[in-house]
């Protein structure tokens, strides 16, 4: 796994989560602009599933199992699509706070990628 886009998801994804949470707090649900975050925060979730399928084929392998590894990175991809989905559902200020608990959720699965992978491994 590249770093780089490691910490990129992980930056976008809790700037989304702090956004989002004073959305909530100020009694607000997402708007089109959130929609607009949450869609840049996929896109880096899709190019870390990218990248890691292309490391797969290339013959890297995760140090810690793909049975563990596989899960946690197809998890991370539709992590924030699901939370914007449930954030429809709910148009009130608790849809901002499903967003910004989606997004501490995605940082908190990119750590654990991070370990699965092992650092420095690649």
């Not at 976008?12 to 702090?18: D, F, G, M, R, V």
């Not at 596989?70 to 914007?84: D, F, R």
Request: proline share 3%; net charge neutral.
């Amino acid at each position: 796994m590249l770093d780089a886009v490691l910490i990129t998801v992980s930056v976008t994804a809790l700037l989304l989560a702090a956004w989002c949470g004073f959305a909530a707090y100020r009694d607000q649900p997402t708007n089109d602009w959130h929609f607009i975050a949450m869609a840049v925060v996929t896109a880096a979730a899709l190019v870390q599933l990218v990248i890691a399928i292309v490391q797969l084929a290339r013959g890297e392998r995760p140090q810690h199992g793909m049975a563990v590894f596989l899960p946690y990175l197809l998890g991370a991809a539709v992590t924030i699509p699901a939370a914007a989905f449930m954030s429809l559902a709910e148009r009130t200020r608790w849809g901002s706070a499903i967003v910004a608990a989606g997004g501490v959720v995605l940082a908190v699965l990119e750590l654990r990628l991070n370990e699965i992978w092992g650092a420095g491994h690649g």
